[in-house]
């Protein structure tokens, strides 16, 4: 059997006000999610439903996961190819499409990485070419347990690569 992780996460709710749910106007949306070791993380719902906008909400949360999964196979698998990346960032986005009745789901999370890699050629001595590096993306949304978890499409459009 292959091994298991576990992931441990606390949430506290603090909107209670003195009134608790009495109507949908009474409570705030206000809570933290909590682990050992790690800063409080101010969560809310998003400012559409009466959250407040300087925390961060669920949807906020599953782009972010998202995008850092990506991110960190990106890494491993430039490592182990010998690219050597000195910087990166995304600009991450996800549509949500709310339904009549007030439900609703993800539609798509588009992930737009820019790599920086140092001069030069791989470590093997391979060019560092877009083509190298748009393998190494689609080799990180195969490998990614959010991407791999989640049930709407992820969509990778890297920029070109950047030299240092």
Same mark, same amino acid.
């Given at each position: 059997?292959? $091994? +298991? %992780?576990?992931? /441990? @996460? ?12 009495? !109507? &949908?106007?009474?409570?705030?949306? =206000?809570?933290?999610?909590? #682990?050992?070791?790690?800063?409080? +993380?101010?969560?809310?719902? =998003? $400012? #559409? ?9 669920? *949807? ?11 991110? +960190?196979?990106?890494? %491993?698998?430039?490592? *182990?190819?010998?690219?050597? @990346? ?16 007030? %439900? ?10 820019? @790599? ?7 470590? !093997?001595?391979? *060019?560092?070419? =877009? /083509?190298? +590096? /748009? ?16 049930? &709407?499409?992820?969509? @990778?459009?890297?920029? $070109?690569?950047?030299?240092?």
């Amino acid at each position: 059997m292959p $091994p +298991l %992780h576990t992931f /441990d @996460v606390d949430l506290a709710w603090s909107g209670a006000r003195g009134v608790g749910t009495t !109507s &949908y106007t009474s409570y705030g949306r =206000d809570h933290e999610l909590r #682990a050992p070791g790690r800063p409080p +993380l101010p969560g809310t719902s =998003d $400012p #559409a439903f009466r959250g407040d906008p300087t925390r961060w909400c669920p *949807e906020d949360l599953m782009v972010g996961a998202v995008s850092q999964c990506h991110m +960190l196979w990106f890494l %491993h698998l430039a490592a *182990e190819a010998g690219v050597t @990346v000195v910087d990166y960032t995304d600009r991450a986005t996800g549509t949500v499409r709310i339904e009549a009745a007030g %439900h609703g789901q993800f539609r798509d999370v588009v992930l737009r990485p820019q @790599v920086t890699v140092a001069a030069g050629t791989t470590a !093997s001595g391979v *060019e560092i070419t =877009d /083509d190298l +590096l /748009d393998r190494l993306h689609e080799r990180s949304s195969e490998h990614c347990f959010i991407v791999r978890s989640v049930s &709407y499409p992820v969509h @990778v459009r890297p920029g $070109p690569f950047i030299v240092a």
